[in-house]
């Protein structure tokens, strides 16, 4: 089992960055792909972004696609959302989330599909 604490929300201009983390409790951190999720108000999850557990292979939603990189580090147990050119529409609450042993193609998760989450992080983007 695993445990996912988000970090870095918060207020931004429409332009700007913001450095989201998640860190992961337990010993076995490196057999998880790892994905970032959010929910904007009124609207359902959707995915953002997604790492393989050796960080070669990632994927990302066409909305966040040239603007988001995802990254991780299996000795710190961590994994990270760099957002850059921010936009009004990506405010959510951002959730950090994890599946475990997955062997498949297809990074693109669906929210059912994933193991653990953590209780997201509040961004917000102001125009």
């Known amino acids: 089992q695993v445990q996912l604490v988000e970090s870095g929300g918060g207020l931004v201009q429409a332009g700007g960055s913001l450095r989201l983390s998640c860190e992961a409790s337990?010993?076995?951190?490196?057999?998880?792909?790892m994905a970032w999720f959010r929910q904007a108000p009124g609207k359902e999850r959707e995915f953002v972004a997604s790492i393989s557990r050796s960080a070669l292979i990632t994927a990302y939603a066409d909305s966040v696609k040239g603007r988001f990189t995802i990254s991780r580090d299996n000795a710190k147990s961590t994994v990270n959302l760099q957002m850059n050119s921010l936009k009004p529409e990506d405010t959510a609450v951002y959730y950090c989330?994890?599946?475990?042993?997955?062997?498949?193609?297809?990074?693109?998760?669906?929210?059912?599909?994933?193991?653990?989450w953590g209780k997201g992080t509040l961004v917000t983007v102001s125009s």
């Open positions: 989330a994890a599946k475990a042993k997955y062997y498949g193609d297809s990074y693109y998760f669906t929210e059912g599909g994933m193991d653990y």
């Open positions: 337990g010993r076995t951190f490196s057999s998880y792909a």
